[in-house]
């Protein structure tokens, strides 16, 4: 398994596609940062390639309570949960 760290909103087209087409099964997608901000206002295209790729979504708790949000989709990790899940992952990816 993969670990993807998404820390921003939107990337140039290019980059958001490689991103996207890299996704294997079973890997999976952290956002952090200003990268939470996709479970609000790019939820669908999210949403699509998770499911697609049969991946798991993740997010940092404690960047949705500083942004104010409450997401509807992937499950919130505490800090140490996030170093759990990096240390699990065969390779950790940011993007």
């Known amino acids: ?3 993807h760290q998404i820390n921003q909103l939107t990337y140039p ?3 958001e596609s490689t991103w996207q087409n ?6 999976q997608v952290l956002l952090i940062e200003s990268g939470i901000l ?10 699509t390639a998770i499911e697609t790729k049969n991946t ?7 960047d949705a309570v500083a942004y104010g949000i409450s ?3 992937g499950i919130g990790l505490s800090d140490q949960e996030w170093v ?7 390779a950790n990816i940011s993007w």
């Open 1 to 3: 398994m993969r670990l």
């Open 13 to 15: 087209e290019p980059l």
């Open 22 to 27: 890299s996704l294997q099964t079973n890997d």
């Open 38 to 47: 996709r479970t609000v206002q790019n939820a669908a295209p999210l949403q």
């Open 56 to 62: 798991q979504l993740y997010y940092l708790q404690s």
């Open 71 to 73: 997401p509807k989709i």
């Open 84 to 90: 759990d899940l990096t240390f699990a992952a065969e």
